[in-house]
């Protein structure tokens, strides 16, 4: 069996040394260059299995170098990446994840937690590439009229249907290992999963961001021993623009909702006061203001205006005829 083969991106000689020595003991193919520049030529004509890259280099940066991958060569996208950086602060651990790394190990270098870490990644991508050939559930996903992706339970892509991934770029947000978008929708992003990735239940949550065209996200729990392969949350992702018309019992059948906690719902959704959608129905405000009750406990939010975010978000697909 061929050795994996680790890229080391490190600009301190001795270190680089010490590193490439220590995965070379452990059994690994190890290419060790100074800087983002000798990666690039590196990888040319090599893939690696995994790349380990300090942040702090002279020219480009560790983050600058990552970006670049994201962006211009897609399939390098399952590789894993691991920073390197003697910035042990919270904010830059936060920083490192939020710009798409996959783990990161603070200097000095425990040797010990390095390999482990590089052998848990690797073994990661291992049963991931190892998955049987009938992959028909993920061709199911790519045929959806709704952007679809998966995520495991560090946060990572395990599968983006085309319609994700064109939305996500025309917002501005890279699917690639990890997902990453700047300023405050980043920061919302990255709560969203994060709270998705912990959640052991399947309450939906909805999100809306206003960078680029306003993409509308809704997140949900996977149920365990439910999921695909690795994947415990998912992502729902459609655009304001072009919603076709809310469709009450798909909406009810999602949330498991009753038909007219449905109606409420798209009415509210629709912009519609309560007074109005008590209107509307001929039912008392009294009347509507429990039925919100039930549809705020059922689709797990809190608040009016995150009901509305969310029933907005589901993207529901006219027949086709």
Do not use: W
Not at 35 to 46: C, G, P, V
Not at 188 to 193: G, Q
Not at 267 to 283: C, H, K, P, T
């Amino acid at each position: 069996m061929t050795a994996p083969l680790i890229l080391c991106v490190e600009d301190e000689p001795s270190l680089r040394d010490d590193i490439a020595f220590e995965l070379h003991e452990a059994g690994y193919a190890v290419t060790a260059v100074a800087d983002a520049r000798e990666a690039l030529t590196f990888l040319e004509s090599r893939r690696p299995d995994l790349i380990l890259c300090d942040i702090l280099m002279p020219g480009m940066d560790g983050r600058g170098f990552m970006s670049h991958l994201r962006q211009s060569r897609p399939d390098l996208d399952d590789v894993p990446f691991i920073f390197l950086t003697a910035l042990s602060s919270r904010q830059q651990v936060i920083e490192g994840r939020i710009a798409g790394a996959d783990d990161y190990l603070t200097k000095p270098i425990d040797y010990d937690l390095l390999r482990a870490t590089v052998e848990s990644r690797l073994n990661r991508m291992q049963r991931l590439r190892a998955m049987p050939g009938d992959r028909s559930g993920l061709t199911a996903l790519d045929r959806l009229a709704i952007g679809v992706v998966l995520l495991d339970a560090n946060g990572g892509v395990v599968h983006a249907n085309p319609l994700a991934r064109r939305l996500s770029g025309e917002a501005g947000i890279l699917l690639s290992g990890r997902i990453t978008t700047s300023g405050e929708d980043g920061r919302k992003l990255s709560a969203l999963i994060a709270a998705l990735i912990s959640d052991e239940g399947m309450a939906p949550t909805g999100l809306r961001l206003d960078a680029g065209c306003h993409l509308m996200i809704v997140g949900m729990s996977l149920p365990a021993r439910a999921h695909h392969d690795e994947a415990v949350a998912m992502l729902i992702l459609s655009g304001a623009d072009g919603q076709p018309p809310l469709d009450n019992a798909t909406l009810g059948q999602l949330f498991d909702l009753t038909p007219m906690e449905a109606q409420v719902a798209c009415l509210l959704a629709e912009g519609l006061r309560r007074n109005q959608i008590a209107d509307r129905l001929a039912i008392s405000g009294t009347t509507v203001a429990f039925h919100l009750r039930n549809i705020f406990a059922k689709t797990g939010v809190q608040r009016q205006a995150e009901l509305v975010a969310l029933v907005l978000s589901v993207p529901l697909a006219r027949p086709v005829i």
